[in-house]
Nanobody, 120 residues
Framework: QVQLVESGGGLVQAGGSLRLSCSAS????????MGWFRQAPGKERELVAA????????DYPDSVKGRFTISRDNAKNTVYLQMNSLKPEDTAVYYC?????????????WGQGTQVTVSS
Protein backbone atom coordinates (compact mmCIF):
# COMPACT_ATOMS: atom_id res chain seq x y z
CA GLN A 1 0.00 0.00 0.00
CA VAL A 2 1.22 3.48 -0.92
CA GLN A 3 0.03 6.70 0.67
CA LEU A 4 0.36 10.09 -1.03
CA VAL A 5 -0.26 13.40 0.72
CA GLU A 6 -0.35 16.68 -1.22
CA SER A 7 0.20 20.09 0.32
CA GLY A 8 0.98 23.65 -0.69
CA GLY A 9 -2.24 24.73 -2.36
CA GLY A 10 -4.11 27.88 -1.51
CA LEU A 11 -5.23 31.25 -2.78
CA VAL A 12 -2.94 33.28 -4.99
CA GLN A 13 -3.27 36.31 -7.24
CA ALA A 14 -2.79 35.93 -10.98
CA GLY A 15 0.89 36.16 -11.81
CA GLY A 16 1.93 34.67 -8.51
CA SER A 17 3.60 31.39 -7.66
CA LEU A 18 2.97 28.29 -5.59
CA ARG A 19 4.96 25.15 -4.91
CA LEU A 20 3.02 21.96 -4.33
CA SER A 21 4.54 19.03 -2.47
CA CYS A 22 3.59 15.38 -2.45
CA SER A 23 4.99 13.15 0.26
CA ALA A 24 4.89 9.44 -0.47
CA SER A 25 5.17 6.34 1.60
CA UNK A 26 6.26 3.05 0.12
CA UNK A 27 9.43 1.16 -0.50
CA UNK A 28 9.41 1.55 -4.29
CA UNK A 29 8.92 5.31 -4.61
CA UNK A 30 12.37 5.92 -6.04
CA UNK A 31 11.75 3.49 -8.91
CA UNK A 32 8.36 4.85 -10.01
CA UNK A 33 7.22 7.58 -12.34
CA MET A 34 5.30 10.27 -10.48
CA GLY A 35 2.76 12.65 -11.93
CA TRP A 36 0.73 15.72 -11.12
CA PHE A 37 -2.88 15.95 -12.32
CA ARG A 38 -5.52 18.61 -11.94
CA GLN A 39 -9.28 18.72 -12.20
CA ALA A 40 -11.50 21.76 -12.38
CA PRO A 41 -15.28 21.63 -11.91
CA GLY A 42 -16.97 20.41 -15.07
CA LYS A 43 -13.71 19.28 -16.64
CA GLU A 44 -11.97 15.94 -16.88
CA ARG A 45 -8.80 15.28 -14.98
CA GLU A 46 -5.72 16.46 -16.84
CA LEU A 47 -2.12 15.32 -16.58
CA VAL A 48 0.07 18.39 -16.19
CA ALA A 49 3.49 16.86 -15.53
CA ALA A 50 5.28 13.57 -14.95
CA UNK A 51 8.80 12.70 -13.85
CA UNK A 52 10.57 9.36 -14.06
CA UNK A 53 12.68 7.74 -11.37
CA UNK A 54 15.88 9.16 -12.86
CA UNK A 55 14.55 12.70 -13.14
CA UNK A 56 13.65 12.64 -16.82
CA UNK A 57 10.58 14.81 -17.35
CA UNK A 58 7.87 14.17 -19.90
CA ASP A 59 6.71 16.94 -22.19
CA TYR A 60 4.40 19.44 -20.52
CA PRO A 61 1.06 20.21 -22.11
CA ASP A 62 0.84 23.58 -23.82
CA SER A 63 -1.42 24.91 -21.09
CA VAL A 64 1.40 24.85 -18.52
CA LYS A 65 4.60 24.65 -20.57
CA GLY A 66 7.09 27.29 -19.55
CA ARG A 67 5.28 28.01 -16.29
CA PHE A 68 5.23 24.72 -14.34
CA THR A 69 8.19 22.57 -13.34
CA ILE A 70 8.06 19.11 -11.78
CA SER A 71 10.92 17.79 -9.67
CA ARG A 72 11.56 15.05 -7.13
CA ASP A 73 13.77 14.28 -4.18
CA ASN A 74 13.96 10.52 -3.83
CA ALA A 75 15.84 10.75 -0.55
CA LYS A 76 12.83 12.56 0.92
CA ASN A 77 10.18 10.53 -0.94
CA THR A 78 8.77 13.80 -2.23
CA VAL A 79 7.72 15.19 -5.59
CA TYR A 80 7.17 18.90 -6.22
CA LEU A 81 5.30 21.06 -8.68
CA GLN A 82 6.59 24.61 -8.97
CA MET A 83 3.92 26.82 -10.53
CA ASN A 84 4.83 30.29 -11.75
CA SER A 85 2.90 32.98 -13.60
CA LEU A 86 -0.36 31.48 -12.41
CA LYS A 87 -3.55 32.22 -14.31
CA PRO A 88 -7.19 31.98 -13.23
CA GLU A 89 -7.61 29.02 -15.57
CA ASP A 90 -5.10 27.11 -13.42
CA THR A 91 -7.71 26.96 -10.66
CA ALA A 92 -8.32 23.30 -9.87
CA VAL A 93 -7.76 20.54 -7.38
CA TYR A 94 -4.25 19.21 -7.91
CA TYR A 95 -3.45 15.54 -7.29
CA CYS A 96 -0.24 13.59 -7.33
CA UNK A 97 -0.14 9.96 -8.39
CA UNK A 98 2.13 7.01 -8.94
CA UNK A 99 2.01 6.59 -12.71
CA UNK A 100 1.97 3.17 -14.35
CA UNK A 101 2.09 4.43 -17.93
CA UNK A 102 1.42 7.64 -19.80
CA UNK A 103 -0.11 6.68 -23.16
CA UNK A 104 -2.85 6.25 -22.26
CA UNK A 105 -2.27 7.49 -18.75
CA UNK A 106 -2.84 4.97 -15.98
CA UNK A 107 -1.96 5.26 -12.33
CA UNK A 108 -1.80 2.96 -9.34
CA UNK A 109 -2.18 5.36 -6.41
CA TRP A 110 -3.28 8.94 -5.87
CA GLY A 111 -3.53 11.45 -3.07
CA GLN A 112 -6.43 13.41 -1.63
CA GLY A 113 -5.68 16.55 -3.62
CA THR A 114 -4.92 20.15 -2.75
CA GLN A 115 -6.97 23.12 -3.91
CA VAL A 116 -5.34 25.86 -5.97
CA THR A 117 -7.37 29.00 -6.56
CA VAL A 118 -6.02 31.84 -8.70
CA SER A 119 -7.79 35.18 -8.57
CA SER A 120 -7.74 37.73 -11.37
Amino acid sequence: QVQLVESGGGLVQAGGSLRLSCSASGRTFSSRTMGWFRQAPGKERELVAAIRWNGIITDYPDSVKGRFTISRDNAKNTVYLQMNSLKPEDTAVYYCAVVRRLLPVEYDYWGQGTQVTVSS
